[in-house]
């Protein structure tokens, strides 16, 4: 199998405010298959969102070569989208008109993007909440929201940026859950950015550790849980094990 | 000794005092905020009345409202304010395409921002009524004249804060809307402006007052129509309750229209309102 995302040698250097250069990413090098589930995991400040962003056509690459779906990433793509920490819905739009965002943009007919926007919303689980506000909506809600948006442009590849990282503990548990079975109905590829070791190794096939800034591939830990997956291997021992092992190589960088 | 301190007791602890405050309580709901207004007046028509102010000075409340009454059948009142509201609106208008187009087009490109932004910080400080005498050489003391010193007191509080709405936009924002493929003029139709709505409607009616102050002060040096000019004349020929009253209705004029624009922001911004 051809590989999806390819990522060689990829660097990112940023300008702080006084023109000094500070390398983000050094030789950053992934493959990615399609319908894979990647996470990636690393210390603060490693780069592991820059190269989402990079990834996403967000920003552009210093170095190295990126190949997204055998194409140079030069911008952004409509078979891409990405899913960030903070929801960043459009306060002005409902709920609905949230998910129509990117339909719109291309010109979908009405009627179909309504459509498609109300599958989107019972597929995450808000029927009921069509013509709310995001500010009428919990933490949790407007992830969910922003997820549909994200799915609403049937990408292949969605790209999260530590999506749950402001949920409390049981909202995340449920969107863990419910982000599996999303994935393997749409049939995407997830690249997922996380802090949470036990998140990483719950929804990945294989968890992508970064080293420190510079960030760079450390190891890649293919995980072989069974899937569908669900909250009982919290406590099996392959799992502790895994997380055990994710523990130190971090440790290692910081 | 012993009477006084239960008193006391009494005072704090009103438990078997009759409540009779409780009757009144919903009609004192309903008229709190026009209660003070309401006492400053009736004190102000005693004085006049009981001889302590000269009514040539300051003339009662009840007479300029009978004076108002008496203009409110005549033709002068109506085609003063038709004049005023015209200047004001034309002025008010001129100033909002003008501020939210310059300030569209000063975020829209870094170049543009390095042209314009140095004019708008050094023409902003210079007080509108310094400026008058400009205008009046330019375009005469005609109408253009007095809509353009109008357009000129609304157009900053417009253009900056369409600056400012625009470029506090947050950058992750941008950065979801382009992921999900807003691009170059629906980037700016569809997510830009609307997010800069709330900075510059709050703009757009910072503006309305400006407009009726500046509007009073025009009409004032040089005009021969409209409230302002009704004002001074007034004060001119010691007509003093028509001045006062003239007064009134330019304060009315100046609420109505900061309700109006509060409406309309209200209307546009309801998304907004929990934020």
Redesign the interface.
């Known amino acids: 199998m051809t590989s999806f995302l390819e990522a060689s040698k990829v660097s990112k250097t940023y300008q702080d405010n006084k023109n000094q250069d500070i390398p983000a990413l050094l030789n950053f090098t992934l493959s990615v298959k399609e319908q894979e589930f990647i996470t990636i995991i690393g210390p603060s400040g490693c780069g592991k969102s820059s190269f989402l962003f990079l990834a996403a056509g967000l920003e552009p690459l210093t170095g190295g070569v990126l190949k997204f779906n055998g194409r140079s990433v030069t911008g952004p793509d409509p078979l891409s989208a990405m899913v960030f920490q903070e929801y960043l819905l459009f306060p002005w739009k409902t709920v609905q008109e949230n998910i129509e965002f990117g339909p719109e943009l291309r010109h979908v007919p009405k009627q179909e993007r309504r459509k498609t926007a109300i599958k989107f919303i019972n597929m995450v689980g808000l029927g009921g909440f069509e013509d709310a506000f995001p500010n009428e909506l919990s933490g949790g809600m407007q992830q969910r929201v922003s997820i549909a948006r994200a799915l609403a442009n049937s990408p292949k590849l969605i790209l999260m940026d530590e999506p749950f990282g402001a949920l409390d503990a049981l909202t995340r548990e449920t969107l863990q859950i419910e982000l599996l079975k999303i994935w393997q109905q749409a049939k995407c590829t997830v690249l997922f950015v996380t802090h949470s070791i036990s998140e990483a190794v719950y929804l990945a096939d294989r968890v992508v550790v970064v080293s420190k800034r510079p960030g760079t591939v450390k190891e890649i830990v293919p995980i072989e849980l069974a899937r569908p997956r669900d909250r009982e291997m919290f406590t099996s021992p392959m799992f502790i094990e895994y997380e055990r092992y994710l523990k130190n190589l971090i440790l290692e960088e910081i | 000794m012993d009477n006084s301190a239960k008193g006391f007791v009494q005072s704090i602890i009103p438990i078997d005092k009759p409540d009779l405050f409780i009757y009144f309580k919903p009609l004192y709901l309903k008229t709190k905020k026009f209660l003070s207004p309401v006492m400053c007046l009736v004190i102000w028509e005693l004085i006049v009345k009981m001889g302590i102010i000269n009514p040539f000075f300051c003339p009662a409340p009840t007479s300029i409202a009978k004076e108002l009454y008496g203009l409110v059948f005549t033709n002068e009142l109506w085609i003063n304010l038709y004049d005023s509201l015209f200047r004001a609106v034309c002025g008010y208008f001129l100033a909002a395409l003008f501020g939210v187009g310059v300030g569209l087009i000063v975020v829209w490109s870094k170049f543009m921002e390095d042209l314009i932004d140095p004019l708008i910080e050094l023409v902003r400080p210079v007080s509108t009524f310094a400026v008058i005498p400009i205008f009046f050489i330019w375009f005469g003391i005609g109408d253009v004249s007095k809509v353009l010193i109008i357009a000129k007191a609304c157009f900053f509080p417009i253009v900056l804060n369409t600056i400012a709405g625009i470029k506090g936009v ?1 950058p ?2 941008i ?9 170059g003029f ?1 980037l700016w139709t ?2 830009l402006i ?2 800069a ?1 709330p900075m510059i409607s709050t703009g757009l009616r910072v503006a309305t007052s400006m407009s009726v102050t500046t509007l009073v002060g025009v009409e004032m040096l040089s005009a021969d129509s409209g409230i302002g000019f009704m004002v001074i004349d007034a004060q001119r020929v010691f007509a003093t309750e028509k001045m006062f009253a003239g007064i009134l209705v330019l304060s009315a004029l100046g609420f109505s229209f900061d309700r109006l624009a509060r409406l309309m922001q209200n209307r546009v ?1 309801s ?2 309102k ?2």
């Open positions: 947050d992750k924002l950065q979801a809307a382009r992921s999900l493929g807003a691009k629906a569809k997510v609307p997010s709505l911004l998304w907004h929990g934020i």
